[in-house]
């Protein structure tokens, strides 16, 4: 139990922040739902936001109760890439990347996108752990160590 106590703990924390995270893109729709994405330059807003929501819930559940990790991590990195592309990629090249905006603020470049981008980057990290925590495997196969 105390080797994998670390594991548990990451998983715990990666699982807990996208159910909120998804729960919040419900409760609150203007300011993490479909009026974000918008402002974000997302297409459909309005069927992406609760799409996602739902899908950080799931996936967040999955993580936290090691339930189909490896497919649920996939999917986390998915969002996390998505996320960063779309609301950290303009702030490193100081403009507009196709439809996302450069949010509103004084600080570009290499600063203060690593500023702002330092919780997605945290997570992608920690989802990149879950992963190899899971073997890289999808479904219930085996980790390829334990061949």
Do not use: Q
Request: aromatic share 8%; hydrophobic share 60%.
């Amino acid at each position: 139990m105390r080797r994998e106590l670390p594991m548990i703990l990451i998983r715990a924390i990666v699982g807990l922040v996208f159910i909120f995270e998804g729960i919040l893109k419900f409760a609150l729709p203007a300011e993490f739902g479909a009026a974000s994405f918008a402002a974000i330059g997302l297409p459909y807003s309005r069927v992406l936001a609760p799409a996602v929501g739902g899908a950080e819930i799931a996936a967040g559940l999955a993580v936290l109760l090691n339930f189909y990790t490896g497919e649920a991590a996939l999917l986390l990195l998915t969002i996390m890439i998505a996320a960063l592309v779309s609301t950290k990629l303009p702030i490193l090249l100081g403009r507009p990347v196709g439809p996302f905006a450069l949010p509103l603020g004084p600080r570009t470049g290499w600063l203060a996108f690593l500023h702002a981008a330092r919780v997605e980057l945290a997570m992608s990290i920690s989802i990149l752990a879950i992963l190899i925590d899971a073997g890289l495997r999808i479904g219930n196969r085996r980790r390829w160590y334990e061949r």
